[in-house]
């Protein structure tokens, strides 16, 4: 079974930019969270999808959205990017019912000159 | 809110041997779940073990063990027989039980240096 893929991996943008990123789940998976990593602020928790409905969202600008299709495939976008927004981002998928394992993609690192 | 603690940035351990490395959480919830990721230098998040809060019984995945005490609110886990491949960061991660999601807080990390 294919693990969860992220496109692209690497980006780089300029400052005012917007940016969209794309993660496609496990096969039979109905959920994708999405996490930014910096080395200032760690781990942090974007937001959460299910069944193309936002369940969980975390402490972000609203320059920070997301989305999901019908197939589980998740995109999110960053609108008018700061350089504070350079990041590794992640998105892990999981069945979403039940406490089960969350599988995590390589991440996408945005670069933001 | 949750809050989880790694209060050691760096640890290193000699191939072979045992290595712990220490979590500490802040909750007012009685049912969650804890788990440790491991991070290598790809970026790659990998579930290393996973403790329910409502099991008295340490979990364990092979070389891999956890010591969890619930009115500590401690979760430390212990690498035995230390290899090269352990190298990596470490992360220790809170879900809630009751709250809906797969919403996971992360601690710090802890950077672990494998020496041969």
């Known amino acids: 079974k294919a693990g969860v893929t992220q496109t692209p991996r690497y980006l780089i943008k300029t400052r005012g930019q917007q940016v969209t990123l794309s993660c496609s789940p496990i096969?039979?998976?109905?959920?994708v969270s999405w996490y930014q990593q910096t080395p200032g602020q760690g781990l942090q928790f974007l937001f959460e999808?299910?069944?193309?409905?936002?369940?969980n969202k975390g402490n972000f600008p609203g320059r920070f959205s997301g989305r999901q299709f019908s197939n589980s495939r998740s995109e999110m976008n960053v609108s008018t990017l700061e350089l504070g927004d350079s990041a590794l981002y992640l998105c892990?998928?999981?069945?979403?019912?039940?406490?089960?394992?969350?599988?995590f993609g390589p991440g996408t690192r945005l670069t933001v000159t | 809110a949750q809050t989880v603690t790694q209060s050691q940035p760096e640890m290193s351990v000699q191939e072979a041997e045992t290595v712990t490395l220490s979590c500490t959480y802040d909750?007012?919830?009685?049912?969650?779940?804890l788990f440790w990721y491991k991070q290598p230098p790809s970026r790659q998040m990998i579930l290393v073990i996973r403790?329910?809060?409502?099991?008295?019984q340490n979990a364990t995945e092979n070389r891999f063990s956890v010591n969890f005490q619930k009115a500590a609110k401690s979760f430390s886990l212990k690498i035995s027989d230390s290899q090269l491949g352990d190298a990596a960061m470490y992360f220790c991660?809170?879900?809630?039980?009751?709250?809906?999601?797969?919403?996971?807080?992360f601690g710090e990390g802890t950077q672990l240096t494998v020496n041969p």
């Open positions: 892990a998928s999981s069945l979403g019912q039940g406490v089960n394992e969350q599988y």
């Open positions: 096969s039979g998976h109905r959920s």
């Open positions: 999808y299910f069944s193309e409905t936002q369940r």
């Open positions: 909750t007012s919830e009685s049912d969650y779940y």
């Open positions: 403790q329910e809060a409502y099991k008295q």
């Open positions: 991660a809170y879900r809630s039980e009751w709250a809906s999601g797969s919403r996971l807080t």
